[in-house]
T-cell receptor, first 114, second 116 residues
Framework: ETGVTQTPRHLVMGMTNKKSLKCEQH?????MYWYKQSAKKPLELMFV???????ENNSVPSRFSPECPNSSHLFLHLHTLQPEDSALYLC?????????????FGPGTRLTVL | AQKVTQAQTEISVVEKEDVTLDCVYE???????LFWYKQPPSGELVFLIR??????QNEISGRYSWNFQKSTSSFNFTITASQVVDSAVYFC?????????????FGAGTRLFVKA
């Protein structure tokens, strides 16, 4: 595998379910990100990890819980979601958390909450 | 505060036409970085270019060119002789360097349709 991979690519869940999204980067990067992309809304940064430490949480509801066990893996644990949480969830990585670094994105997980 | 405006929601052109995607930004910082990303139907955003605030040189890469003008706070992207494979959503983004806990702000994106 190369670049940034995300699994699953599609997920349908009920509001009472618990599920997890997985992201893995094969680029040797030290920063990883979760974004939410909804229809008619700009890309929203959710969480940032730099060297496995969470550095940003942009007022994300607690029903989203990130986990970064190492610099290559990032998870997003989901529980008791709402229908408005349906969106494309994108993972990205960059060399480090510096403003000049471009980000490399995965293909996303299309989440539907029923 | 940071802001990135991509006023064009959708653009439709016929193959071989030239097309310019507009990006206007707002920032109070003197050091910042501007990016363009392409999001094809497959979903992943692909990095195209980065510019820092001290480098106003325009850049050309094949059929792609970028015009950075600090005087108008714009960083426009032109595709020359467009092709069907250029159909995608294009995002302009801004990162600031001077603020602790900085963010990268993305514009709303411009969806480009290139018809054969």
């Amino acid at each position: 595998e190369t670049g940034v991979t995300q699994t699953p690519r599609h997920l349908v869940m009920g509001m009472t379910n618990k599920k997890s999204l997985k992201c893995e980067q094969h680029l040797g990067h030290n920063a990883m990100y979760w974004y939410k992309q909804s229809a008619k809304k700009p890309l929203e940064l959710m969480f940032v990890y730099n060297f496995k430490e969470q550095t940003e949480n942009n007022s994300v509801p607690s029903r989203f819980s990130p986990e970064c066990p190492n610099s290559s893996h990032l998870f997003l644990h989901l529980h008791t979601l709402q229908p408005e949480d349906s969106a494309l969830y994108l993972c990205a990585s960059s060399q480090s958390r510096e403003p000049y670094n471009e980000q490399f994105f995965g293909p996303g997980t299309r989440l539907t909450v029923l | 505060a940071q802001k990135v405006t991509q006023a064009q929601t959708e653009i439709s052109v016929v193959e071989k036409e030239d097309v310019t995607l507009d990006c206007v930004y707002e920032t109070r910082d003197t050091t910042y970085y501007l990016f363009w990303y392409k999001q094809p139907p497959s979903g992943e955003l692909v990095f195209l270019i980065r510019r820092n605030s001290f480098d106003e040189q325009n850049e050309i890469s094949g059929r792609y060119s970028w015009n950075f003008q600090k005087s108008t706070s714009s960083f426009n992207f032109t595709i020359t002789a467009s092709q069907v494979v250029d159909s995608a959503v294009y995002f302009c983004a801004l990162s600031e360097a001077n603020t602790g806990g900085f963010k990268t702000i993305f514009g709303a994106g411009t969806r480009l349709f290139v018809k054969a």
